[in-house]
C-alpha cells in the first residue's frame, strides 16, 4: 500500500515539473522541405516524439510476438505431451504394483513411445508381462530394455534374474547373478537370489556362504537363515557318503553355534551312525542335550549304534535327574540297558517308561526283552498291547 502511495505521488510531481517547464519553454523547431515550411512548437514535438516512439515500440513487440506464435505454441504442446509421458510412466508404476498388470503394461507402453525413460519404462512392461504370462513379449520389453543398458543395466540384469528364478531357468539366474557380481554389485536383493539360484543348483558350498552372509547383515532374521544352513550342511554330508572320515572331518568344523540347532543335529547323526560314525553321532545328540534339552534327541540318543554303552548309560541316568518323568528318555534307558544285556534294570525302565505315558516303543522292547527271557506269554502281552496303541 504505501509503495503504491509512493508511485502515485512520483508521478503527479513528476507531471507537475513537467507542466511547469513546459510553460516557460518558448522554443520551437523548424522544418524545411523545399517549397514546405513547418514550424512546431517544441514541447509538441517533445510530446510527438514520444507518442510516435510508444507506436513504434508496441508495433514491434506485436510483431515479435506474432512471429514467435507458433514456437510457442510448439513449446507448449511439446510440455504439454511431456507431462503426459510423465503422468503414464507414473500411473504404469503405480498400476504395477497395485497387479493391474494390463493397464501397467499400456501405460509403460505409451511412456516408452513418448520416450519418457525408455529404459524404465520397457522393464515396467516387461514385468507387467511377465505377470501375466506372456513370455514372447516380455522376452521383447527385455531387449528394449538391453538398448539402454546405460541407464538400467543393474534393474535389467535384476529383472531378468528375478524372472529365471520364478521360471526355474537357474542356470540363466547365475548367468545373470554373476554379471551382477563383477560388476561389483553385492546388494541384499542379489544374494537372496544368487542362495535360491545356488540351493536349487545344488551348490551347497554357496549356500552356506551365503546364508551367514546375508544373516551377518541381518538381511535374514536367525530363523530365516537356520533352515537354509541347516540344508546346506545335510546336503553337503550327504555328499560325503561312503567317506565316513570325511564326513567327520566334516561335522567336527562346523561352528559350534550351528551344531547346537536340534533339526541338524537329529539328521546328521542318523546320517553318521549310517556311516559307521554311531560314536560321533552320540556325542553330537549329547552336546545337543547338555545345551537344550530335547526329547526327541534323547529318544534318538538309545537308537544310535556306536560309543561305549555304560558310559552312554551313565550319561543317560545324569539327564533322568533332571528330566525324572521323559518318558522318551526312560525308553532310552530301557534300549540302552538291553544292549548291555542288563535286564532287570532295561525293564525297570521301560515299565517306568510306560507308566509315565504309555506308547508302542516301549511295549516292543519289553516284548523282546520278554523273548529273551524266555517268557513268551510276557511277550505276546506287550506285542498286543502295542498293536493296540498302533490302531
Not at 501375466?132 to 529383472?159: F, G, I, K, Y
Not at 525297570?348 to 517268557?375: F, G, I, K, N, T
Request: hydrophobic residues 50%; aromatic residues 6%.
Amino acid at each position: 500500500m504505501m509503495r503504491a502511495l509512493f508511485w502515485l505521488l512520483s508521478i503527479f510531481a513528476l507531471a507537475a515539473g513537467l507542466a511547469i517547464v513546459a510553460r516557460y519553454n518558448d522554443a520551437y523547431a523548424l522544418f524545411v522541405w523545399p517549397p514546405w515550411r513547418l514550424h512546431i512548437s517544441l514541447n509538441l514535438l517533445a510530446i510527438l516524439s514520444i507518442g510516435l516512439f510508444a507506436l513504434l515500440y508496441a508495433a514491434t513487440r506485436l510483431v515479435a510476438r506474432a512471429l514467435a506464435l507458433p514456437g510457442a505454441v510448439a513449446a507448449f504442446r511439446a510440455q504439454q505431451r511431456k507431462q503426459r509421458s510423465i503422468q503414464a510412466l507414473r500411473d504404469a508404476q503405480r498400476f504395477l504394483v497395485e497387479g493391474r498388470y494390463g493397464r501397467a503394461h499400456a501405460q509403460a507402453d505409451a511412456a516408452y513411445r513418448a520416450n519418457e525413460s525408455p529404459g524404465l519404462s520397457a522393464l515396467i512392461a516387461a514385468r507387467a508381462s511377465h505377470a501375466m504370462r506372456e513370455q514372447v513379449r516380455c522376452e521383447e520389453w527385455l531387449r528394449r530394455a538391453a538398448e539402454h543398458d546405460r541407464e538400467v543395466r543393474v534393474a535389467r540384469l535384476m529383472t531378468e534374474a528375478e524372472f529365471a528364478v520364478a521360471d526355474r531357468r537357474f542356470d540363466v539366474a547365475a548367468e545373470r547373478l554373476e554379471a551382477l557380481r563383477e560388476g561389483g554389485h553385492r546388494h541384499i536383493a542379489a544374494l537372496r537370489l544368487s542362495v535360491q539360484t545356488a540351493a536349487a543348483r545344488g551348490m551347497w558350498g554357496d549356500v552356506l556362504r551365503l546364508a551367514r552372509q546375508l544373516a551377518s547383515h541381518r538381511a535374514f532374521t536367525a530363523e530365516q537363515a537356520a533352515p537354509l544352513i541347516r540344508r546346506a550342511h545335510l546336503e553337503s554330508l550327504r555328499e560325503l557318503e561312503g567317506n565316513p572320515e570325511g564326513m567327520v572331518r566334516y561335522w567336527r568344523q562346523i561352528p559350534k553355534p550351528e551344531r547346537s540347532d536340534r533339526g541338524l543335529v537329529r539328521d546328521a547323526a542318523l546320517l553318521l551312525n549310517a556311516a559307521g560314525q554311531g560314536a560321533l553321532a552320540a556325542d553330537a545328540i549329547g552336546d545337543a542335550l547338555d545345551d537344550n534339552w530335547d526329547s526327541a534327541l534323547a529318544e534318538l540318543y538309545g537308537r544310535i549304534e556306536g560309543g561305549t554303552l555304560i558310559e552312554r548309560i551313565g550319561q543317560a541316568e545324569r539327564w533322568l535327574r533332571a528330566q525324572p518323568r521323559d518318558e522318551r528318555l526312560l525308553l532310552t534307558l530301557g534300549r540302552l540297558c538291553l544292549q548291555q544285556q542288563l535286564w532287570g534294570k532295561a525293564q525297570s525302565y521301560l515299565e517306568a517308561s510306560l507308566s509315565v505315558a504309555p506308547s508302542r516303543a516301549a511295549h516292543l522292547e519289553l516284548a523282546r526283552l520278554a523273548e529273551q527271557l524266555d517268557r513268551n506269554e510276557l511277550a505276546l502281552k506287550h506285542f498286543r498291547s502295542a498293536a493296540e496303541l498302533s490302531g
